[in-house]
T-cell receptor, first 112, second 116 residues
Framework: GNSVTQMEGPVTLSEEAFLTINCTYTATGYPSLFWYVQYPGEGLQLLLKATKADDKGSNKGFEATYRKETTSFHLEKGSVQVSDSAVYFCALRDYNTDKLIFGTGTRLQVFP | NAGVMQNPRHLVRRRGQEARLRCSPMKGHSHVYWYRQLPEEGLKFMVYLQKENIIDESGMPKERFSAEFPKEGPSILRIQQVVRGDSAAYFC??????????????FGPGTRLLVL
């Protein structure tokens, strides 16, 4: 069945460091891929998405490229800020059922 | 345009009581999804509804859980005879009816249920 695998956290970085959070998926068909962010005590906010192979989603300095050949959608940011501290979820939209399938989440902690 | 609304934000119940969680989708959205997040875990799909119809309930526990999305009013997730293992954050998401725009789900702030 469809699944999403994320790197385990927490990821601890200093401010202005480079961020990579790995995400790989298993799916039939060509799912859309998403990154959501959850700040403490809040719901999920859509960060970025990509709907087909080689698409690059970007928002607020974050980027992720849909790589069909490696079934990956890694999240990157060139220079993180303390305010980026949150839990990041990679997800795919099931091609047949419309539901989202989430990874387990990766907690990012950025220190000044 | 208000986002997805959920209430209550926090709910405390004793074992055996009923919990009712409400979700009002974004204006113009006719698709509602419920997800559950257990502590330190990702979100797990529970049920997908359109107005007056359950489209996919493959993630719902077989007993005690039910969901509806009536023609008028919010979507309701109902948990009867709650147990401690039901303690979790329950998130509602909505999406618009068009095929392309339907791909993106917008989440509410969640209801955090604590069963004592």
């Amino acid at each position: 069945g469809n699944s999403v695998t994320q790197m385990e956290g927490p990821v601890t970085l200093s401010e202005e460091a480079f961020l990579t959070i790995n995400c790989t998926y298993t799916a039939t068909g060509y799912p859309s891929l998403f990154w959501y962010v959850q700040y403490p005590g809040e719901g999920l906010q859509l960060l970025l998405k990509a709907t087909k192979a080689d698409d690059k989603g970007s928002n607020k300095g974050f980027e992720a490229t849909y790589r069909k050949e490696t079934t990956s959608f890694h999240l990157e940011k060139g220079s993180v800020q303390v305010s980026d501290s949150a839990v990041y979820f990679c997800a795919l939209r099931d091609y047949n059922t419309d539901k989202l399938i989430f990874g387990t989440g990766t907690r990012l902690q950025v220190f000044p | 345009n208000a986002g997805v609304m959920q209430n209550p934000r926090h709910l405390v119940r004793r074992r055996g009581q009923e919990a009712r969680l409400r979700c009002s989708p974004m204006k113009g959205h006719s698709h509602v999804y419920w997800y559950r997040q257990l502590p330190e875990e990702g979100l797990k799909f529970m049920v997908y509804l359109q107005k007056e119809n359950i489209i996919d309930e493959s993630g719902m526990p077989k007993e005690r859980f039910s969901a509806e999305f009536p023609k008028e009013g919010p979507s309701i997730l109902r948990i009867q005879q709650v147990v401690r293992g039901d303690s979790a954050a329950y998130f509602c998401a909505s999406s618009p009816p068009s095929t392309v725009a339907q791909e993106t789900q917008y989440f509410g702030p969640g209801t955090r249920l604590l069963v004592l």
